[in-house]
């Protein structure tokens, strides 16, 4: 490991850190109130840990800028700048600025001019909040300076209200630590230093922890002070002095006119003395006044009571002995929270390349056990067929574990939209909602990388043309607000991911009018309707009467067609006048497991998706009728057409007697297969073709049988599809 | 004897560099990415030092200290929080809560190695 | 034939070829040198850089409304592979398969698009070292295959072995081209339709 490795470890992380940051900003919006200080808190902890990171690599372009950022998120956090939309936006336009600065960062090193620029510019927009919500206390002025003096600013009462004690003096508590003397230090040494830099007004020993005579140690330091010190020294000059031995010692400063809540910090955090002997400590040396002590032992007091579990927890957490039932209780349900947390986080980053390695080696694993299987029977060695099937199961539940790592979820693609729905809406002007459904369905990785861009073009479609103007909306009696839905789900062994929306709809008339005219389409050429709105994918092919600049000409759409079609998946368009339209695209789940059932053709085997049929019957010839080029059967006074796979696929060999007929359903119809024999069920991973076969119809995909041997599998929805169109076709003729 | 420190911080870059400043001087890094990940680690085995981020998700560094500080096995291990200019306050949390040290971020690999090795030794 | 491809990731067994694991291994380094194999008595080459192995060929699953040139689709230690008759590549007829029959496993296309393809020939010979300079340009005429399929001519004594330029014999656009030409040719559909997959190709019906 290496410094270039931390770096590179620096730039994933501040990108996963930006990407959970522009996540909670969104949320923000539609969040209750109670939820929105941990939201907050997120949001500054990711560009805390952005900006802190960045200053250990003193990555200044992205330090610079992200620290004015985080002051005002911390403003936020303390409820001292309000939440409004404005804000939210201002700050997502922040995040993807810091964005910029990493990448620009990590691909030559530092930020470009132009984003110091912009750097500038949205620096004085966040002044603008800095200094509304601060009013005099806040040091906007000095902000690019990555703020390392900070400290020395030390903390002058943020308001004006009486919470202030009126002390002009820094105040000093100092418990000088046991080993001081054994460490060669001398308190007064201390003292008599601090008289460099003011001037001690008051000090007060105290001999609290002198032991009896017996127990005294000569070399044990017992001494305590409380010191009230004149200087306009900072915190951090002052702190300098007791630099050596603030390891072992207590050493607490109070600034000049600190508030009440300050006092009563520090006495709570003098953790081995009495609550009541520090404020009269306090009193005696002159820091506070008598009135002063029992207001802040008052508000302690109500501050207790509030949030009582909790203060119990830091007593005990300096003290042992005073365990009580309480705490045992809250501790209790800290435990079940960790291991809550521990669940969550027991995840790990592995390269996909390995875990495809791993998946081929267990695939490999599954067929030489299967093999193995196979000779035992042959020995015909009870002992071994016995160990052997054992082994087997074991080796296929490590199979489908295997398999599943590869399965991602698709919510985290999904998310993404929020933001380009809530951007676009804002640009067009428009109000959009985003619904999200079926996050949890998995699919492989693969698959759901190279969703996205076809996503993205469907959701930007949607909002610039399938929602119509908030005027529009309201003429028509709908609600003003637009839905935008994204949906996924597994059916019939594919996914199915739909982007819906409830705008215009789509008008076939128009479609098809267009579509002649631009000769895409012949003039007396019969379509269906879903044959006209499939239109819409075309190359060229734009229904927006204005075009806007968001999803421009109609160029985007038939990439769309284009990029699903190479992942071997279809769309389908459901649309209705006025109501909305949804784009659905349906794609094989690739290297996913899925139930098959084996059915052969001459020699060759085919897998069905197991979840498509719904019967097998044994095929008689007598039975069957031709119409129009299509055979039909009657299966219990229903038509059912007939695909001869045999035929289909111009597969060779002798023909048997018997044959059977798998009843498939897919896209709402129930179509038979014609095969040879049934081979029983079998649980497939599905191998993807590659390149070569790419266009080929009816197959989507091939799998690895327990010999060995590769089968191919059906494209059950792309066979059926194929029989209704050559249907319609037939008819049209 | 090979001394064990735990780098308890949600940033990985952060806890990569630290490795990195001791890894050299012999010291064996246990990296842990928020309180919580930090308890269930120090059960794993004895650490001699721990270096605390405040501000981290699910578990923060003070309440992490305090739980630190409550366990028998570990009462007694330094412990060093890691702070930001714009934390102090932080500091005197951590200092009454048992911190022995602390190291302002942005910090240079040695400042954090002469800070380990002045308390661990 | 029982065995299964995956067993036979070593050198074709019962061959007096020079080839042998190290051999592959050690020849994997140097750019002159060349795998020879036989097909219908002529000598080609590929460039030994690209050849990841040589299988027996065994059990092989047959694709439909291929082109007759896709022999169909092997397990390569779980990874389904496509394998290529290149005799029928090149046009000519198919050879018979014999004992000596092999797939040679290839590399081609870069960096994200990699990917590996069987090929299918006669009898694999031995490896060779061909200088660059011993390296004609290909004939403009008279070979049996085409042209572009032709890298240069490999001088070898008194003879010649043709070395192919396995980005054009295997270029899976051409491989893919190829098969949707065939594939819509059968369509009755309205001409203007141009959609891939709605020809309701049935070629061996009725």
New interface residues.
Partial sequence: ???E???Q??F??AREMLEDMEAQLLEIEHQDADALPETLN?I??AA??VK??A????LDGIVDFTHVV??LL?RMRDGDVGVSPELVSLLLRCQDHIATLVDETEADGEVSEDSRILSRALIVELGAYLDEGAGSASDTSGLPAA?????QA??YPEDENDDTVDNDCWHISLRFGRNSFRDGMDPISFLRFLENIGTVRHILILDDWLPDLADYDPEDCYLGFEIRFMSSAT?KEIEDVFEFI??DS???ILAPYSRLSDYI?LI??M?EESDRRIGEILIECGALTEAELAKALALQAAAEEADQSRRL??I???D?DRLTPVVDAAAQKQTQM?DA??RK?KSLRVDADKLDHL???V??LV??GA?TFLQAQILGNAELIESMSKLNDLLEEMRDASLKLRMVAIGATFSKFQRVVRDMAADLDKEVDLAITGADTELDKSVVEKIGDPLMHLVRNAVDHGLESSAEREAAGKPLTGTISLNAYHDSGNIVIEVGDDGRGLDPDKILAKAREKG???ED?QLSRAEIFDLILRPGFSTAEQVSNISGRGVGMDVVRRNV?EMRG?TEIDSAPGEGTTIRIILPLTLAIIDGFVVGVGK?AFVVPLDVVQECVEFSEVDQTERDGQTYINLRGNVLPLV?I??????QGERPKRRSVVVVKAEGQSVGLVVDRLMGEFQTVI?????????????SG?T?MG??????ILDVQ?LVQ??T??ER?AANH | MEKTVMIVD?????R??V??ALKDSGYRVVEA?DG??G??KLDAGRVHLIISDV?????DGLTFL??V??RPDTRFTPVIMLT???A??KK??G???GA??WV????QPQQMLAAVN??IQ | MTQ???KSSLPVKGQSTAVTAAGLAAAGSDENQYLTFKLQSETYAFGILNVKEILEYG?I??????PDF?Q????L??????VVNLARRFGLKASEITKRTCVVIIEIGAEE?R?E?GVMVDSVSEVLEIEDDQIRPAPGFGARIRNDFIRGMGKLNDDFVIILDQDKVLS?DE??AV??VR?MAPA???E?DDD???G?A????G
């Fill in positions: 490991m290496s410094m490795a931390a770096l470890t620096y994933t992380e997120a500054f902890r805390h840990t802190g990171s200053s250990l690599f003193g985080e002051n911390d703020g390392k003096e900070v400290e030390h903390d915190k603030r390891e207590d050493i607490h910090d709570e955090s953790s927890g830091e005990v957490a300096q042992d960790r947390i521990n986080q998946i081929n080696l695939g490999e067929t030489a093999g895409l389409v012949g050429q079609i279809r060759a001869n045999r035929h289909r696929f111009g597969v191998k993807p073709l590659g390149p070569v076969f790419t266009g080929l119809s009816g197959i091939s690895i010999s060995g041997e590769v089968a191919l792309g194929q029989i169109r050559g076709t | 949600d940033s990985a870059s952060l990569q560099l490795v990195l990415c919580v990940d308890l269930s501000n981290m998700p699910n578990m305090k739980e500080k409550k930001t200019e714009s102090a306050d005197d949390e200092r009454a809560a022995k040290a302002v971020k942005p910090f002045k308390l | 299964t491809n995956t059990k699953t047959k694709v439909p409304m291929m896709i169909g689709v092997i397990n230690r779980g990874e389904v592979v496509p698009a990917h393809l899976v491989l893919a098969q949707q594939d009755h559909l309205p203007e891939d997959d709605s309701e049935e070629p061996g019906k």
